[in-house]
């Protein structure tokens, strides 16, 4: 390891019980919980970057769960070949952005990537997650939405490799609104039943003008609100009681709420296309 040399740091010290090896030529402490991406960075050079799914990841993209953990890496010409990293080969180098440091696709490349290789509700939810325009910006990541759908659609435009039929058709089902995997997997449920006319986490007031909540999906016509309850639903007391007196207020106000579990999503689909074809019949 030349660069160890260089830097003063002995044989021994790279060879030292305390730190790991993830690829050849790189040291990292072994109880560093560092993701596939940072163990591959020191790898890079100046005409790589992180692609596809590590890119996905860097932008913080809710991926599927056992979506593959290593990285993906494209560089100018060959594709490199290193231990546990997909590489791609680009032509010319596309417009990077910098995540937490490290080179990546930027928002919209990273979604025509994503469509040669995740599964096609999963393609609309990185999608989602990449335009989604929150009415509160979060300190952490104040710079939203890292793309727009006019920019998606331009580069999609101009696809015309693996993976561009999917690209154009989760085009088209893009939402700024969407805030979570569950409910960008709830939308598209509701859709593929013919349920349709619903708004996207929009404010629903009463017939005084007063707000009420703010909610997942809302069909105004029908006086009917589908909300998903994850986790925190379940886990925060807070969180809870807040619902609690949302639909306290939804109900007195003559609207119907049926709450969706993420069993019920994920396990038995077609209960909650049911549930919400009987809320909209009454």
């Known amino acids: 390891m030349p660069e160890a040399r260089a830097a003063g740091i002995s044989r021994g010290r790279t060879?030292?019980?305390d730190l790991a090896a993830p690829h050849r030529g790189v040291r990292v402490p072994i109880e560093l919980d560092a993701s596939a991406e940072q163990r591959v960075a020191p790898l890079l050079g100046g005409a790589r970057w992180f692609s596809h799914v590590s890119a996905a990841r860097l932008w913080g993209c809710p991926l599927p769960p056992g979506?593959?953990?290593?990285?993906?890496v494209t560089a100018l010409g060959r594709a490199p070949r290193i231990a546990g990293v997909r590489g791609h080969s680009a032509l010319e180098r596309p417009s990077l952005r910098l995540r937490r440091g490290l080179p990546v696709t930027d928002a919209a490349a990273t979604f025509v990537a994503l469509a040669e290789l995740l599964p096609f509700d999963e393609l609309v939810v990185c999608g989602d997650h990449l335009v989604h325009d929150p009415p509160k910006l979060d300190p952490a990541e104040p710079e939203r939405p890292?793309?727009?759908i006019a920019r998606i659609e331009q580069r999609v435009?101009?696809?015309r490799g693996r993976g561009a039929r999917a690209a154009r058709r989760a085009l088209?089902?893009?939402?700024?609104g969407a805030e979570s995997r569950p409910e960008t997997l709830l939308r598209l449920l509701l859709l593929?039943?013919?349920l349709t006319g619903f708004v996207v986490n929009p404010d629903v007031k009463d017939a005084r003008g007063r707000w009420l909540a703010r909610c997942d999906l809302v069909f105004f016509e029908r006086m009917v609100v589908v909300e998903y309850d994850?986790?925190?639903h379940r886990t925060s007391r807070e969180q809870y009681e807040e619902d609690q007196r949302r639909i306290e207020r939804l109900t007195?106000?003559?609207?119907r709420v049926i709450r969706i579990r993420s069993d019920a999503l994920f396990q038995r689909p077609e209960e909650v296309v049911r549930r919400v074809s009987s809320a909209l019949a009454r």
Do not use: F, K
Request: glycine share 16%; aromatic share 4%.
């Open 15 to 17: 060879r030292a019980a």
């Open 67 to 72: 979506c593959p953990a290593g990285a993906h």
């Open 146 to 148: 890292h793309t727009t």
């Open 157 to 159: 435009r101009g696809h």
């Open 172 to 176: 088209e089902l893009l939402s700024t």
């Open 192 to 194: 593929r039943a013919g």
């Open 230 to 232: 994850g986790d925190h």
């Open 252 to 255: 007195d106000a003559g609207w």
